[in-house]
């Protein structure tokens, strides 16, 4: 999708291990935001920021942390794997009104 | 409550026949916006189409239309002349513009949506 860079794809994490995925934007949007979809279900936000510097909890953020130090990055840490984080990710934008844009999404397999 | 309410896990329409997903939704907020993605089994999401609150035509975007029924707070999509290639899951979103900071983006739990021959 135009302008959102996640990485990785896939990734299987061992129990308790730590992992950071990545979500890059070249749109110049403030508004970015995490989700996460596990099977046969709607997305989840997790986390989103208005702009760099700020960022809030969304409905599902336990378990996870994210930092802004620029208007392009919006990381998402996950600091000890569980098995309930086994889902897919995605990281989204928002700019004028009507423009809203996902990443290609991460598939995370905790074991 | 649901903030956005998608009553149809699934459906089934016959190649070249239209279809309607049905999406309500519930917000106090006058100014917003609603989305529709479809996710294929590749699991990317795919922007369809927007409608926003103001707007007084229903949104078009090739063969997907949005029915905006704003007193009934409803905002089905309907895909005409079905295509095998439109099998996939619905999403339906919202957008609610002043309720905090935070302008996000709260999703229904999806419509999948099987073409057949």
């Known amino acids: 999708n135009a302008g959102v860079t996640q990485t990785p794809k896939f990734r299987i994490l061992k129990i308790g291990q730590s992992m950071t995925l990545q979500c890059t934007q070249d749109?110049?949007?403030?508004?970015m935001y995490w989700y996460r979809q596990d099977p046969g279900m709607g997305l989840k936000l997790i986390y989103y920021?208005?702009?760099?510097?700020?960022?809030d909890k969304g409905e599902v953020p336990n378990g996870y942390n994210v930092s802004r130090s620029t208007t392009e990055d919006f990381p998402l840490r996950l600091e000890l794997a569980a098995p309930s984080q086994t889902s897919v990710y995605f990281c989204?934008?928002?700019?004028?009104?009507?423009?809203?844009?996902f990443g290609q999404g991460t598939r995370l397999t905790v074991v | 409550a649901q903030k956005i309410t998608q009553t149809q896990p699934g459906m089934f329409v016959q190649e070249k026949e239209a279809v309607t997903l049905d999406c309500t939704y519930d917000t106090s907020d006058q100014s917003y916006g609603l989305f529709w993605y479809k996710q294929p089994s590749s699991g990317e999401m795919i922007f369809l189409i927007y409608q926003g609150s103001y707007d007084e035509q229903n949104a078009t975007e090739g063969r997907y239309s949005l029915n905006f029924q704003k007193a009934r707070k409803s905002a089905n999509l309907v895909i005409s002349a079905s295509q095998l290639g439109d099998s996939a899951m619905y999403f339906c979103a919202m957008r609610e513009f002043y309720t905090g900071t935070a302008s996000k983006l709260t999703f229904g739990t999806g419509t999948r949506l099987q073409v057949t021959l």
């Open positions: 920021s208005v702009g760099a510097g700020i960022t």
């Open positions: 749109m110049n949007h403030n508004y």
């Open positions: 989204a934008i928002v700019g004028s009104n009507t423009e809203a844009f």
